[in-house]
């Protein structure tokens, strides 16, 4: 009832509503059926899916205005343990440059961690609010680069050992890195594949309707 109301309203002021309407839905139309076609091409080119890791890197270079920090990154290793008595030899590999000393550490946090990141992604800042509580050495975004900081965090009845080192932090304006922006580019660069794809292969269509006399030239 509500749907016929409205519509006996909009016929009473909108005389040309059913062509109107017709127009709408023919385009609608359309935009499905290209969107249908392109899925239909994707389908039968699979390959362009695969964006080589050398492309994205080629064009992060190329584009180097287009990556820039809004707001601030932090790269960082943390542990989080009950093991309080291991805390020299957890300060000694979370400190290491050596990969076999941080896979090494990884094993071991795999088993015994409470928590643990120890991997080179970058986070944002809200990212470090879990991490606060226990650090006596001033501010987790200043902390020192590469220093290890040992500290506790206890809940209940049990008290954490908790090893914090900030390896970068990224600053508003500051270029991106890569590892932030790849899945931005490999989308890009498959978008921009699926287009030069669809307008080639519609191109053609046309081309083979006119030659069919299908279509007017």
């Known amino acids: 009832m509500r749907r016929q109301a409205m519509e006996e309203a909009l016929r009473a002021q909108v005389p040309d509503l059913d062509r109107r309407l017709r127009y709408r839905v023919r385009a609608y139309e359309q935009a499905l059926i290209e969107q249908e076609y392109q899925q239909l091409l994707l389908s039968q ?3 362009l899916q695969q964006i080589p890791a050398s492309e994205v890197q080629t064009y992060y270079e190329s584009h180097p205005d287009r ?5 601030e990154y932090y790269q960082f290793f943390f542990v989080e343990t009950a093991s309080t008595n291991q805390q020299y030899k957890l ?3 979370i400190r290491s440059s050596d990969p076999e000393q941080i896979a ?5 946090c795999q088993e015994h961690a409470r928590a643990y990141k120890l991997d080179s992604t970058y986070l944002e800042a809200g990212a470090l609010e879990p991490l606060r509580e226990g650090f006596y050495y001033g501010s987790l975004e200043r902390a020192s680069r590469g220093t290890p900081y040992p500290y506790t ?3 209940g009845d049990t008290t954490y050992l908790r090893i914090f080192r900030r390896l ?3 600053e508003p304006g500051d270029r991106l890195p890569l590892s932030l922006c790849e899945a931005r580019i ?3 660069l498959r978008n921009q594949r699926k287009q030069a794809l669809f307008e080639s292969e ?3 269509l046309v081309q083979q309707a006119r030659l069919a006399g299908k279509v007017k030239p």
């Open 202 to 204: 519609a191109t053609k």
């Open 45 to 47: 080119r699979p390959e």
């Open 104 to 108: 090494a550490l990884l094993d071991w």
């Open 153 to 155: 965090y206890s809940q």
């Open 168 to 170: 970068e932090t990224i």
């Open 67 to 71: 990556f820039v920090a809004q707001t």
């Open 186 to 188: 490999i989308a890009l």
């Open 91 to 93: 300060v000694n590999q």
